[in-house]
């Protein structure tokens, strides 16, 4: 193997397809390699380091919180974790916050607490969620069975029971889908994996209204694209509040790069969740709570979210001149915010763009469905930055032309 590059651990479970490459540090958009290579990051650890890397306040308060108190379970009251869920409330739709480690988790909450909310209404018929073709939802059980991707449910034996899908941001197939065992719907308003397809805000109202008029929830999945991704803390937001769901899962951005998730929830939609009914040892730690009220510091201040949207703004520019100047590569671009994609035109593959941009101009870039590369800068990324990562994916597009 050529020097600097690292060998898979034999000791690893083979799950996943790495990068020869490991990081020793990292320094806001930027990442550097074990043998001091810089990469500027515009993965952000699939949408995971909204604030880049090292960010002083969130360093700050992990150290500060590290020397006074990890873990103690909830059994007990963690003020920090009061803190984070008064701040989700007040910045919400929601009432209500459930603490747990990561997005999958959290949207095996939202999936409890749709069916419980049916059962303590009298109608525990109503156990079934309508999802999305092409959506990811996590990789537990129920989740990837929510998710419905052949490649994920493959050998698992028989699946969770009670899905259903339909095309994605197609209100009258999924009205039509609707039976008297429909608890939920459940959609993404950016699907990430799916590769950066951004839901039409209609069809987002068009849900809220058929879900109000059949008398189920509706959930969001805003793992990826929320935690201010789009220039509002979260995606659906854009509706200005004619789209709000009755639950949402939380998770990547909302700790920073520390391991937390969550799911919110009205009143009324978390119903069902009560004593006994569900239950984590580690969520809402007051490490991850911490880290999580220092996100949210930064994210809340006057002025970030309209750098966000000024960001997306150039980095969407950018890209349309590189889909004009590049088509031979670049098929077209799509999505929201700081989550934008390119779909790679045949016969090219992401897989073979992301290794480009990767190796030969050290720009890291996340590969998506459909044939798409992800861009998920930190939101904190400058023009500099934008500049740099467009003049990669240029440059790429001149050496496969010739």
């Known amino acids: 193997m050529p ?8 000791h690893i479970a083979p799950t996943y397809a790495r990068a020869p490459i490991a990081f020793a540090r990292g320094e806001g958009c930027f990442l550097i ?15 995971v380091n909204a604030l880049g890397h090292s960010h ?9 919180q590290a020397a006074k108190l990890w873990h103690t379970s909830n059994l007990y009251e963690i003020p920090h974790q009061r803190d984070l869920a008064e701040r989700l409330v007040a910045n919400t739709f929601a009432d209500l916050v459930f603490f747990a480690n990561s997005g999958a988790e959290a949207l095996e909450g939202c999936i409890k607490a749709a069916r419980r909310f049916h059962h303590v209404q009298g109608n525990p018929h109503k156990y079934r969620i309508i999802g999305a073709n092409s959506a990811f939802h996590g990789r537990t059980l129920a989740t990837i069975s929510a998710g419905n991707n052949a490649k994920h449910l493959e050998g698992f034996g028989p699946r969770v029971g009670g899905f259903d899908h339909v095309a994605f941001n197609n209100p009258n197939e999924l009205r039509a889908a609707i039976t008297e065992e429909t ?8 699907q990430g994996e799916g590769g950066i397809a951004p839901a039409d805000l209609s069809y987002l109202r068009a849900l809220r209204e058929t ?7 509706l959930i969001y999945d805003e793992v990826q694209c ?10 659906h937001q854009w509706a200005d509040g004619t789209a709000d769901p009755d639950l949402m899962a939380v ?33 809402g730690n007051p490490l991850a709570s911490r880290v999580g009220c220092a996100v949210l510091d930064v994210m809340l201040q006057p002025g970030f979210m309209e750098r966000v949207y000024a960001a997306s703004n150039r980095l969407w520019d950018g890209l349309g001149a590189i889909v004009d100047a590049h088509p031979h590569v670049y098929q077209l671009r799509r999505g929201a915010g700081l989550m934008q994609g390119l779909m790679i035109a045949q016969p090219h593959t992401c897989g073979e763009i992301v290794e480009r941009l990767r190796d030969d101009h050290h720009l890291l870039t996340v590969p998506a469905g459909q044939n798409v590369i992800r861009l998920l800068p930190p939101l904190i990324v400058s023009d500099a930055e934008i500049d740099q990562a467009l003049e990669a994916l240029n440059a790429v597009g001149v050496a496969i032309r010739g």
Do not use: N, W
């Open 56 to 64: 002083p306040a969130l360093v700050a308060a992990l150290q500060d």
């Open 226 to 235: 929320g935690v201010g991704r789009t220039g509002r803390l979260f995606a």
């Open 211 to 217: 879900c109000d008029e059949f008398g189920i929830l």
């Open 3 to 10: 020097e600097g590059l690292i060998a898979p651990s034999p």
């Open 33 to 47: 390699s074990t043998d001091g290579q810089r990469y500027l990051d515009f993965g952000s650890g699939i949408a």
């Open 183 to 190: 608890a939920a719907v459940l959609v993404e308003p950016i």
């Open 251 to 283: 998770a990547k951005g909302i700790g920073g790069g520390f391991p937390l998730g969550c799911f919110l929830g009205t009143t009324e939609a978390m119903a069902g969740i009560s004593a006994g009914m569900h239950g984590t040892t580690y969520g």
